[in-house]
């Protein structure tokens, strides 16, 4: 991404050895996410130039120094936060929470670059991992080790989509079984809100969206119940279909004000509304502060499934394996890297449940 909003270019670039504590990753597959978009429209704000992409596996080709625990021929999902394993937060095992690195967003760790372009200019890497190029160097705590056997563009999605969805569900919000859910926004993510809720054993799942073929993809996965809300207000079908109450549980996953606050009208009074959509990074959203306590609603942020990711992601695979959790379906379309702009047209007009980019 060389220009905010403008169409992204696909190029060869010059990779640098892995350094102390990195490794050099073969790319598989890369789902595209929503969240690689927000970074073309400056939402999710990084400088120009960025490679992009952050929900990916691959192969381990070559350690760096001091690596411990990887080797080449390993199979590894991409996670999207680095975090060091001796803060408080991570000794409270909300790795995805530390906040030991201050380092400026998309470097490496030690403030460097690893890609470069032709004209001998550092190229930033969405996450420190940017999933959407053949190779990468990586931060060895970047990596989540798989078993070999596993398809790895299944597995990629994994990396993102399924753990944000799956884990807002059970890790932050931790749903009961006979809850009531509403979904609000049916994309990648969202549809794993949704079999998230499935797995919880949620007793009535409502999914909200605008796009009528997103919410048939959020039946398959399990919406016992769905509203258009470019037809209907949202909030009253909510409410209308949970007895005037509201539901139990609402997760927004689409990162706007509006359908933030309109997830936290359409719990009832000591629900929970679970933000999980990334909204532009200067857009604040309000409620009414008097209500927010007379009613005892909960209002909590969900960040990458509040996962711990060598601890979940593995637990997923196995519930795929099990049959339990549906990966094969999330897949609507293949794409090649050189198909990234019409991959995001596809996104953005609602047409796959994931698009996934696979590299030879
Ligand atoms: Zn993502
Ligand atoms: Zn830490």
Request: aromatic share 6%; hydrophobic share 30%; proline share 0%.
């Given at each position: 991404m060389y220009e905010h909003n403008q169409p992204v270019v696909v190029e060869e670039l010059e990779l640098d050895d892995p350094k102390e504590n990195e490794v050099l990753v073969r790319t598989a597959a890369s789902g595209v996410c929503h969240s690689d978009l927000s970074v073309v429209t400056g939402t999710i704000y990084y400088d120009a130039a960025v490679a992009l992409g952050h929900e990916g596996a691959g192969v381990i080709e070559h350690v760096g120094r001091n690596v411990t625990g990887f080797q080449p021929g390993d199979t590894v999902i991409l996670s999207f936060v680095s975090y060091c394993g001796n803060c408080r937060m991570c000794q409270m095992?909300?790795?995805?929470?530390?906040?030991?690195y201050d380092v400026p967003r998309g470097f490496l760790l030690d403030g460097t670059y690893r890609l470069h372009n032709s004209s001998g200019d550092g190229i930033l890497q969405m996450a420190r991992i940017?999933?959407?190029?053949?190779?990468m160097v990586v931060p060895e705590q970047n990596l989540v080790k798989i078993d070999p056997h596993y398809s790895l563009e299944k597995a990629a999605l994994v990396g993102c989509g399924v753990t944000t969805g799956v884990g807002a569900v059970l890790?932050?919000?931790k749903v009961e079984p006979g809850s009531t859910v509403a979904v609000i926004g049916t994309g990648g993510v969202g549809l794993n809100a949704i079999q998230g809720a499935v797995l919880a054993q949620a007793e009535r799942i409502i999914a909200v969206d605008i796009a009528e073929k997103k919410l048939n993809f959020a039946k398959n996965f399990g919406a016992t119940d769905v509203v258009n809300a470019a037809e209907t207000d949202p909030v009253e079908a909510v409410r209308e279909l949970t007895d005037g109450l509201g539901v139990d549980y609402a997760f927004e996953v689409i990162g706007n004000p509006k359908t933030i606050v309109q997830a936290y009208d359409m719990v009832r009074p000591a629900g929970s509304a679970v933000i999980v959509g990334i909204a532009h990074h200067a857009s604040e959203f309000s409620i009414p502060a008097q209500r927010f306590v007379s009613s005892e609603k909960r209002l909590i942020g969900s960040f990458y499934g509040s996962c711990q990711p060598r601890v979940d992601m593995p637990k997923l695979l196995n519930l795929y394996t099990e049959g339990k959790l549906k990966l094969d379906e999330l897949i609507s379309r293949h794409y090649r890297l050189e198909q990234i702009n019409e991959a995001f047209a596809d996104m953005e007009a609602g047409e796959n449940a994931r698009g996934v980019i696979v590299f030879n």
């Open positions: 095992e909300r790795v995805c929470l530390c906040q030991t940017a999933t959407m190029s053949e190779y890790n932050t919000a």
